[in-house]
Structure formats: C-alpha cells, structure tokens
C-alpha cells in the first residue's frame, strides 16, 4: 500500500467511479461547478465500500431499484439524457483504468460515462471495452491498461480516498473538507463563496457530537 494522504493540501478533487449513475449525473453539471482547478480522481467504489465495511445498494433488492428509479428521476429533472447500460452493477476496471490512462482528462472522463449512461452500454465486455476505446480515440489502450504503472496508479487513487475519509462516489473534496453526492452540489457551491459557513458554531457542534453508548435503548 502506498504512503497514506492525511489531507488534499488544498487541492481541490472530484472522486468518481463509472459504475455510478450520480457520477455521470454530477459530471454533466459542470459547468455550475466553482471556479476550481478540481482534479478528476477515479476510483472504485466497490473497494472503497469494502474498506469502509459498507454494503452496496446492489445486495438490498429494495434499495437497488429504489436508487435506478432515483437515478432516472434525476436524470430527467435535470434534463440530462440518461439510458441504463444493460446489467447493473458491471465491472468497472477496464474503463477506469482507461481513465487513468488518460490522465483523468475531462473530455475524456465525460466521454467514457456517456458512452455507458447516454448509449446504455456495457464498457466490461471486450466487445464493450474495444468499442469504447475507439469511441475516445484510444484504440490502443486495450493492452495499455494492463501495464503495472497504470493499474498501480488506480490502486494508490483508492488508497488516496480513503485516507482523505472518502467512502463512497460521486464525492466532491474542497478545503480539505468532504462533500458526497450528486445532490451535493449546492453545499459545494455555498461553501466555496462562503468558507467560513464550516467554522461556524452550529456546523463545529454537530461534527464534533459523540455516539451515543451502544447500550443505549433506541426502541
């Protein structure tokens, strides 16, 4: 494992995964963004649930069609073209690292999620990922993305997360503080012109309550 991060030092980070619909959701906003020079850090959730010992919304039959349903509803208040690739969860891996490759280059990254969430397509079949490399204008990628170097940098990009605290994705990282979810946005956006909102006494009370003894009675 790599040498831990305790902090962004300031730099500001979007993590994302391509396996999330609300990744692909947040991206397409990014022109209401701030003015911030974010780094685009992909990562894999699955890991990052794993760390955390969180289980993904895939295990619980209610929840997985529950955040589908949310995703669409999203997707269509928003006004953002959105068609469900055709197995969900699917392994992510290659088109991650396809990103790393890349750098994490916007145009790149944005083109990867629409090629899965715009024309609903599977990015982990060879056809799929063969498909997708062209459709970036990186045909050879398909063997790059098994260089060591590359599949290293995903793994330190995980490790990096979770030593900032991140557990889950699409999370935003501004003033070394966290910010999760595609709704997040406005609290990103508050924030940024109004830092001090986060040294307030309200805000410094609640992050600091403790838990309450695990022999309490929560009936």
Known sequence: MSAPHSASG????????FISPFSYLLLEQHEKWPDMPFEL???????????????????IPSKRVFTYRHALFRAEQLGIPFRMPPAHPFDPSKALRLAV????????????????????????TPEGFRALCEHVGMPDAETR?????????????NDRAVAMGVFGVPTFVVNDQIFWGEDTLPMVLYVARSPNWLDGTEVKRISALPIAPRDADFG
Do not use: S
Request: proline share 6%; hydrophobic share 40%; charged share 30%.
């Open 10 to 17: 300031g730099q500001p980070y979007f993590f994302f995964d």
């Open 101 to 124: 490759l890349a750098n994490g280059e916007i145009a790149c990254v944005r083109e990867i999620f629409r090629y899965i969430w715009r024309g609903g397509r599977d990015p982990a």
């Open 145 to 157: 993305i098994e260089d060591e170097d590359v599949k290293a940098k995903l793994r330190d990009n």
């Open 41 to 59: 850090v992909p990562v894999q959730l699955m890991k990052l649930l794993d760390r955390w010992g969180q289980p993904h919304a895939a295990t």
